[in-house]
């Protein structure tokens, strides 16, 4: 039998390539998918911000993102897996602590 498997929280950012036209579509799709977040945006890029408990939720949300009209490339620039969902509101020098 095998152990259950450990939690993971998965962080990763994704830079958007879109057409000027595209950013209502982008903006209702992000305020839909779960654990996706607009951090920064101007008229041909996006930046955003994913949260989730596995690659699973990451990988849908970049496949929904490429689906849209008017987005050219969607590009996983940073991804961090935790063996564990943080708890709460970690102190930055707890979190660097836990690296070292």
């Known amino acids: 039998m095998k152990p259950d498997p450990v939690p993971e929280w998965h962080l990763a950012s994704l830079v958007v390539r879109h057409h000027p036209e595209a950013i209502p579509a982008l ?18 890029r996006s930046v955003l911000v994913q949260e989730s408990d596995g690659t699973a939720g990451l990988m849908a ?33 707890a979190s660097q602590e836990s690296h070292r």
């Open 27 to 44: 903006a209702a799709a992000v305020a839909t998918a779960e654990g996706l977040e607009l951090a920064l945006q101007d008229d041909t």
């Open 61 to 93: 949300n970049i496949d929904l993102l490429q689906a849209l009209p008017g987005v050219v490339t969607v590009n996983l620039v940073y991804h961090h897996v935790e063996r564990s969902p943080p708890p709460g509101d970690v102190p930055a020098s």
